[in-house]
């Protein structure tokens, strides 16, 4: 029975997600919490590319995952994995029961700064929202994801956003010119550890973040983790310098608590132009070119 074949192959396929690399435009930390966390004003943007992320039902209630892709080996697939821990608690919210069989393709480094085990948690969150057919309210959903991480509600959306508090005070915005701008990223292949970048942070209030334009994010924002993360690995400042002299860049700086940089720029030419020049300069160095993503 053809119809029968059909149906059979259509429920074998499996869905997808794209865990969207995460880019801190600019990061201006206030002050330090007494819950240990810091008070933060970032805008947050996100590529057209990251991680691959996806899933098969399974019958029989467990949650299994693979990883493979270019950095599958700096991941562990054991209980702390960020997409393991995202599903089994959306399975906790919903009562238990739940079977996933996820694979992830890891195509972004791991600890650099560009939220990737972020943006897998919130990519895990939006696809067995769809594999299991439920919608949790946005405030559950945004709770949860905080219990994850302080990066992942803003990547449940991955829209370019004003986030404040800790990551989780959320706003849309605007930036003109920003939408589809040619994106380069580059690691200088080290692995930094968010905590330690944050505990290195020198406490002095620089001031908040008021930018509605890529050239007021270019005069007035900053990322106040570069001078911490600097200090735990010294080629950031190469990274940055390589970038800021290419032809055609609008906006260069490191990303969250680094160690990987980006850069924006003119034209998807000047971008290609840069990413090959660099990679011939540093084969050592990981760069992927992609664009700003826009909804
Ligand atoms: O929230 P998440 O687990 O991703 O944060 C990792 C670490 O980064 C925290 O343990 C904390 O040391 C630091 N952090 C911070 N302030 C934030 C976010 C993260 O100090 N707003």
Known sequence: MPHHDVMVEAAAMPMT???YAKINLALHVRARRDDGYHALESIFAFAEDGDELSAQPRDDGAITLLIDGPFAAGLDVGGDNLVMRAARALDAYLGGGHGAALRLTKNLPVASGIGGGSADAAATLRLLCRLWGVTPSAEALSAIALSLGSDVPACLASRTSFVGGRGEEIADIHIAGLDGAPLLLVNPGIALSTGPVFAGWDREDR???LADSIESL????????????LSLAPVIADVIASLRRQHGVLLARMSGSGATCFALFHTACDR??????IAADHPGWWTMTSRIRSL
């Open 17 to 19: 997600e794209t865990a």
């Open 207 to 209: 001031g908040g973040l």
């Open 218 to 229: 270019v005069s007035s924002g900053r990322n106040d983790l570069e001078s911490s993360a």
């Open 272 to 277: 290609d132009a840069a990413a090959a020049l």
